[in-house]
């Protein structure tokens, strides 16, 4: 079975300093991850994934995540905080095997506030 | 291009009655997903398609939930009886062949009184 831990429910930044999302997962193989944004009433978008080749994966709106095998880690990160950051970010691990192809375990969420 | 539809993007139903959702997916995408998102679950699978075959019905919740896929396009899931807790809003995905990156509609926001 795989799972996924967002280790904060809630994150309040100030616009400009860095933004750091916490994930933690597990995986009895090696995993695709995945991170997506929701903005309030809007769907989910992705941000970025890890497919196994590069360990820092670069996504969009500067953001980026680093996969550590050692620490079953993909924490999500941005040098500087834009007020329009402000959304609720959801760690994903995606499962293949048997019957099912792509099938996303979510973590939490995290509720990212970014203050001017 | 187009993405992800889904429609209503809002439903009010009575306790009791039947609801249709739809999800148009994105054209050559054969892959589709249906998640639910409620409050007190989070995020969570329910059923997926390749093609119009559902080979994972894992993550429905009860046999009140059913969905069906027809010419490897639009898809529908069909809530019978709804109950309160059936209150949720259901987001649709779907993938090209062979990848796992999946994009999503806005969701149908269900409200179950």
């Known amino acids: 079975a795989q799972s996924v831990t967002q280790l904060d429910s809630h994150v309040s930044v100030s616009e400009g300093t860095p933004v750091l999302l916490r994930c933690n997962y597990s995986?009895?193989?090696?995993?695709?991850l995945f991170w997506y944004v929701q903005h309030p009433n809007k769907g989910l978008q992705l941000l970025l994934k890890?497919?196994?080749?590069?360990?820092l994966v670069k996504g969009i709106n500067g953001f980026e995540a680093e996969f550590k095998k050692s620490e079953t880690s993909f924490h999500l990160t941005k040098p500087s905080a834009h007020m329009s950051d402000a959304a609720e970010y959801f760690c994903?691990?995606?499962?293949?095997?048997?019957?099912?192809?792509?099938?996303?375990?979510f973590g939490q969420g995290t509720i990212l506030t970014v203050h001017p | 291009g187009a993405g992800v539809s889904q429609s209503p993007s809002n439903k009010v139903t009575e306790k009791g009655k039947d609801v249709e959702l739809r999800c148009d997916p994105i054209?050559?995408?054969?892959?589709l997903y249906w998640y639910r998102q409620s409050l007190g679950q989070g995020l969570e699978f329910l059923i997926y398609?390749?093609?119009?075959?559902?080979?994972?019905k894992s993550g429905l919740p009860s046999d009140r939930f059913s969905a069906e896929r027809t010419g490897g396009s639009v898809s529908t899931l069909t809530i019978q009886r709804t109950q309160q807790e059936d209150s949720a809003v259901y987001l649709c995905?779907?993938?090209?062949?062979?990848?796992?990156?999946?994009?999503f509609g806005p969701g149908t926001r269900l409200l179950v009184l």
């Open positions: 995905a779907s993938s090209l062949p062979g990848s796992e990156t999946q994009y």
């Open positions: 995986s009895s193989y090696s995993p695709s």
């Open positions: 890890y497919t196994s080749a590069a360990t």
């Open positions: 994903v691990v995606s499962f293949s095997g048997g019957t099912s192809y792509g099938k996303l375990t």
């Open positions: 054209s050559g995408h054969t892959a």
């Open positions: 398609f390749q093609g119009n075959s559902a080979p994972d």
